[in-house]
């Protein structure tokens, strides 16, 4: 249990994303609405896999775990941020803002495993489709799915840990929307060289291992691709790919770019600004670049709605 009476702050002060006045309801509606997209379209997501029997498969076992590591990533940082817009005080608690950097960090670990998770899946779908049921089946992928909640809970604990063995003297204004890593870092007034150390190993081969695992997956994938005689069947395994990688694309490079480098060089404003892109912004794409690029998502959803019609107006 983390001793509280190391530090002698009892609050903090979230500064959010600007201190104009004049941009506090844009900021507000802005967000809001992003936020409302986000839990509408993964919600669709997941509904939609669950009433539909033929999604019963593990890419979409994963898809909907995805989904739903999106909504409550997402919930974990933007119903404060939108409070505090209208709050005058603008204060988390110390332990809510230690709850708060625990679920945010084991949120976006569940994130990077799944991703990691969706790749080993187009991996053993496009390189041994014949195998791919007796490879992949419901129990593999339900301990699949349970590991990448388990190491996503330890690596979470292991740097909330970390972080509430710092000690925080007058200085709690933290200049973020939410309890960021670096930020709290940076207003610590005892040395954050443990943390920075165990975000730069741990941290590193917990992203990077899942990062570089996805590449040699794909690695695999496109040389498979490539070797095949027919220019359709080509089209058509790289088109099952296409949305995982613009996925994958969007969320490891905001996420590298703004963790993994000295915390000296990091940017208040470009830390915002990043942090932002894959919290917010990337949720709330996840359900538009799955469903739109994926040819068994549009029909299900066209059945589901007409399915919806029909029941309403008979």
Same mark, same amino acid.
């Given at each position: 249990?983390?001793?509280?009476?190391?530090?002698?702050?009892?609050?903090?002060?979230?500064? $959010?994303?600007?201190?104009?006045?004049?941009?506090?309801?844009?900021?507000?509606?802005?967000?809001?609405?992003?936020?409302?997209?986000?839990?509408?379209? &993964?919600?669709?997501?997941?509904?939609?896999?669950?009433?539909?029997?033929?999604?019963?498969?593990?890419?979409?076992?994963?898809?909907?775990?995805?989904?739903?590591?999106?909504?409550?990533?997402?919930?974990?940082?933007?119903?404060?941020?939108?409070? &505090?817009?209208?709050?005058?005080?603008?204060?988390?608690?110390?332990?809510?803002?230690?709850?708060?950097?625990? =679920?945010? %960090?084991?949120?976006?670990?569940?994130? &990077? /495993?799944?991703?990691?998770?969706?790749?080993?899946?187009?991996?053993?779908?496009?390189?041994?489709?014949?195998?791919?049921?007796? %490879?992949?089946? *419901?129990?593999?992928?339900?301990?699949?799915?349970?590991?990448?909640?388990? +190491?996503?809970?330890?690596?979470?604990?292991?740097?909330?840990?970390?972080?509430?063995?710092?000690?925080?003297?007058?200085?709690?204004?933290?200049?973020?929307?939410?309890?960021?890593?670096?930020?709290?870092?940076?207003?610590?007034?005892?040395?954050?060289?443990?943390?920075?150390?165990?975000?730069?190993?741990?941290?590193?081969?917990?992203?990077?291992?899942?990062? !570089? =695992?996805?590449?040699?997956?794909? !690695?695999? %994938?496109?040389?498979?691709?490539? *070797?095949?005689?027919?220019?359709?069947?080509?089209?058509?395994?790289?088109?099952?790919?296409?949305?995982?990688?613009?996925?994958?694309? %969007?969320?490891? $490079?905001?996420?590298?770019?703004?963790?993994?480098?000295?915390?000296?060089?990091?940017?208040?404003?470009?830390?915002?600004?990043?942090?932002?892109?894959?919290?917010?912004?990337?949720?709330?794409?996840?359900? =538009?670049?799955?469903? +739109?690029? &994926? $040819?068994?998502?549009?029909?299900? /959803?066209?059945?589901?709605?007409?399915?919806?019609?029909?029941?309403? /107006?008979?």
């Amino acid at each position: 249990m983390i001793n509280t009476s190391w530090t002698s702050v009892s609050h903090f002060v979230l500064l $959010g994303i600007s201190t104009h006045p004049e941009e506090q309801i844009p900021l507000f509606l802005l967000f809001l609405l992003m936020y409302l997209i986000n839990i509408s379209g &993964n919600f669709a997501i997941i509904t939609l896999i669950i009433s539909t029997p033929r999604l019963h498969t593990p890419m979409y076992i994963f898809l909907s775990n995805l989904a739903l590591a999106d909504i409550c990533f997402t919930s974990t940082t933007v119903p404060k941020m939108l409070q &505090n817009i209208f709050s005058p005080t603008k204060a988390i608690s110390y332990m809510g803002c230690l709850a708060q950097t625990y =679920f945010f %960090i084991c949120f976006a670990a569940m994130e &990077n /495993f799944l991703l990691a998770m969706m790749a080993y899946d187009r991996y053993i779908a496009i390189c041994y489709p014949f195998c791919y049921p007796m %490879i992949l089946t *419901r129990t593999l992928c339900s301990q699949m799915v349970a590991l990448c909640h388990a +190491l996503s809970h330890l690596h979470a604990l292991l740097h909330t840990f970390l972080m509430g063995r710092l000690i925080f003297c007058s200085d709690n204004k933290i200049p973020h929307f939410f309890c960021d890593l670096y930020p709290l870092m940076k207003i610590s007034c005892s040395s954050p060289y443990l943390n920075t150390l165990m975000i730069h190993t741990e941290g590193v081969i917990v992203i990077n291992g899942a990062l !570089a =695992f996805i590449i040699a997956s794909y !690695a695999h %994938i496109i040389s498979v691709v490539l *070797r095949s005689p027919s220019a359709k069947s080509k089209w058509r395994a790289f088109s099952t790919c296409g949305s995982h990688l613009t996925v994958v694309a %969007i969320f490891y $490079g905001t996420l590298t770019w703004a963790y993994f480098r000295p915390l000296t060089s990091y940017s208040v404003t470009e830390g915002r600004i990043l942090t932002v892109m894959y919290t917010v912004v990337t949720p709330m794409l996840n359900p =538009f670049i799955y469903s +739109l690029r &994926n $040819g068994d998502v549009k029909g299900a /959803f066209r059945k589901w709605v007409s399915r919806i019609l029909t029941s309403f /107006f008979s």
